[in-house]
């Protein structure tokens, strides 16, 4: 097996995928090494001289101000893990609560939060070895970092909290026990601080958000082209000269590739062929597939760059000083997270609307009502549509922006927050709505096209027609038909419902 070398500079999303869904292990950059020890003598030297440094003798929050004996430091770091464990709500599952680990990781090697290698390398031994921390999704403001989630993260280093292994759950001490892992005999100063104070939550559920939306955005592509077969859609509308002329990277990206897609294609059709022009769910598709894109990649440079930031508090320097400030404030991925939940909302809104005009005798072109060849006696796709409409219309709900509220914690020390979990977690959600939507879409689509003539299609969208045909037949009469919605859903997430050779 490979391992993925954290040096604090290169994570990016695949890396991240890697080690979070493909369990690949990760080990710590020679050159990181060096900088971590001299951290951690500053954090050392600052103990022994007594001065107050926030959090490191200290007390939190509002009791910034009140001092901590040196005898009391391992205690106290002790104390802020289990006082902030205050998670509530489902657990997360284990792909982003490893993906925390290793984001955690990532920015603590960095050599500015003062924490020992002997901690992250048991952080790092739990990542190897499988041992998931047991964080649920609910707690954090996204301001001091998302202190109750990496709370639970940290627990079990010190033999608290619960764990996964090998698919269970069970207490700490017995899943590092059955792991062949020792925990930590505690924590030495400001240690709890650098473990919890960040932004690595709001950042692994964001991340794998994004890298799913990346997927099913092209996925998107393939459902759009199939349906303008299926409503013998006008390709003019893909002119590249079109795009150039409005310049939006996106747009053109998009316009090439369904074009592509549609290359040698019987059953699309030329403008003034049957009629003029096509509705804007058709003809402004890259448009607003383009657009789609363009937020997805603004919004990767967002998260890979706080993938590989410092985000703790307070920050030790080269020259002995510790700053307090805010880089903890998860404001950036806040505004980038919901941004994201927009742009997927748009996708299932517009998917939507081209379902709408394949089961409509009156927008389809010459289709049978509902997709079924004895409308009345049968309902058809009639609630195929009525289910795509309910997703969108909860999409749209979801799509508030988190980022504009906030609300004083920490007796108003903390008194304006980002809800960057917030906006990370809906996106996941609207992701799920969309990616469902989607594979209604392409259900839709293999029906409508089995009334004209699937021998017809282009050479790039037939497999894509034959996958779903390997797995849901064509509906002659009506069926149960959420397990065809949930068997399309099922070849989305596992990328075999997917274009191939074609320009991402």
């Known amino acids: 097996m ?9 994570l990016n999303i695949e890396k991240l995928v890697r080690i979070s869904r493909g369990w690949e292990k990760v080990k710590v ?12 003598s500053r954090i ?7 001065a107050p440094v926030y959090g490191i003798n200290t007390g939190f929050g509002k009791l910034a101000d009140t001092p901590i004996e040196n005898g009391e430091v391992s205690q106290l770091q002790k104390n802020l893990l289990m006082s902030h464990a205050c998670g509530v709500g489902n657990p997360y599952s284990e792909d982003i609560v490893r993906g925390m680990m290793a984001l955690r990781i990532n920015a603590l090697i960095k050599g500015y939060s003062g924490i020992r290698m002997e901690t992250i390398m048991k952080l790092m031994e739990l990542l190897n070895k499988r041992v998931t921390p047991v964080v649920f999704e609910q707690g954090s403001l996204g301001a001091s970092g998302d202190l109750a989630p990496l709370s ?3 627990l079990p280093l010190i033999g608290l909290g619960e764990v996964y292994y090998k698919g ?6 017995e899943g ?15 240690e709890g601080l650098c473990l919890i104070n960040g932004t690595q939550a709001m950042t692994s559920v964001g991340a794998h958000v994004l890298y799913d939306a990346c997927n099913l955005h092209y996925q998107a592509i393939g459902a759009y082209a199939m349906t303008m077969e299926a409503l013998r859609g006008i390709v003019d509308a893909f002119d590249e000269r079109i795009h150039r002329l409005r310049g939006h990277k996106g747009q053109i990206a998009y316009a090439i590739s369904a074009s592509k897609m549609l290359e040698n294609s019987q059953l699309v059709t030329r403008q003034n062929e049957l009629r003029v022009q096509d509705a804007y769910s058709l003809r402004c598709a890259p448009q607003v597939g383009g ?16 993938m590989n930031a410092v985000t703790d508090n307070p920050l030790v320097f080269e020259d002995g000083s510790a700053i307090s400030a805010g880089n903890f404030h998860g404001e950036p991925l806040a505004f980038a997270f919901d941004y994201l939940g927009i742009a997927l909302s748009e996708l299932a809104n517009i998917s939507e609307r081209r379902i709408e005009r394949m089961v409509n005798a009156n927008l389809s072109n010459g289709l049978p009502p509902f997709l079924v060849a004895k409308p009345g006696l049968n309902s058809g796709f009639m609630i195929v549509q009525y289910s795509a409409a309910s997703l969108v219309s909860e999409n749209k709900v979801l799509s508030h922006p988190a980022s504009v509220d906030s609300i004083p914690s920490s007796a108003n020390q903390e008194d304006h927050v980002s809800m960057g979990s917030i906006s990370a977690r809906k996106a996941k959600t609207i992701l799920e709505n969309t990616r469902r939507v989607i594979a209604m879409e392409y259900f839709a689509s293999a029906q409508a096209i089995d009334f004209r003539d699937a021998r017809k299609m282009a050479p790039k969208t037939k497999p894509m027609y034959d996958v779903i045909r390997q797995s849901v037949p064509f509906i002659e009469k009506d069926d149960t038909m959420y397990v065809h919605i949930q068997r399309i859903e099922n070849l989305l997430i596992s990328g075999e419902l997917s274009p191939k050779e074609v320009l991402k």
């Open 44 to 50: 050392e030297e600052i103990v022994e001289i007594g």
């Open 168 to 173: 269970k759950r069970m207490p700490a001490k």
């Open 291 to 306: 657009a789609i894109a363009d937020t997805i990649g603004f919004v990767r440079k967002v998260v890979e760059t706080e």
């Open 152 to 154: 639970h993260m940290s």
């Open 2 to 10: 490979t391992m993925i070398v954290l040096d604090g500079r290169n």
């Open 176 to 190: 590092l026990k059955r792991a062949g892992i020792l925990p930590l005999d505690g924590l030495r100063a400001k």
């Open 29 to 40: 950059a020679p050159e990181s090494l060096e900088q971590i020890q001299n951290a951690r």
